[in-house]
């Protein structure tokens, strides 16, 4: 299987910065294809933010173009999203993602989320 163990949320004031890590283990971690960040808050459904392939290609949600990087560093299995210019519609549990891919059949891996707050 996979696990995934995020960091770095926290409470920081509108236009400040944050950046989020996601570090991947496991068994299964060599069948890992895409990564991800996604977020949900409260009374909302869970969003992408952001994804990256196994080759470094990035995709973003147009809420978050020109302000949001997404990096990977396959040498130790982790995924960064470094959050500039931040808003207070940024406030939400981020959750890192990761798509296996093994034997044709794809399988979706989750953090246990971690809290980014946006606020004055």
């Known amino acids: 299987q996979v696990q995934l163990v995020e960091s770095g949320g926290g409470l920081v004031q509108p236009g400040g910065s944050l950046r989020l890590s996601c570090a991947a283990s496991?068994?299964?971690?060599?069948?890992?294809?895409?990564m991800g960040w996604y977020r949900q808050a409260p009374g909302k459904e869970r969003e992408l933010v952001a994804s990256?392939?196994?080759?470094?290609?990035?995709e973003y949600a147009d809420s978050v173009k020109g302000r949001f990087t997404i990096s990977r560093d396959n040498a130790v299995n982790t995924v960064y999203l470094q959050m500039n210019s931040l808003k207070p519609e940024d406030t939400a549990i981020y959750y890192c993602?990761?798509?296996?891919?093994?034997?044709?059949?794809?399988?979706?891996?989750w953090g246990q989320g971690t809290q980014v707050t946006v606020s004055s």
């Open positions: 993602n990761a798509a296996s891919v093994w034997l044709r059949e794809r399988s979706d891996y």
């Open positions: 496991g068994r299964m971690i060599f069948s890992i294809k895409d």
């Open positions: 990256i392939t196994n080759g470094g290609t990035p």
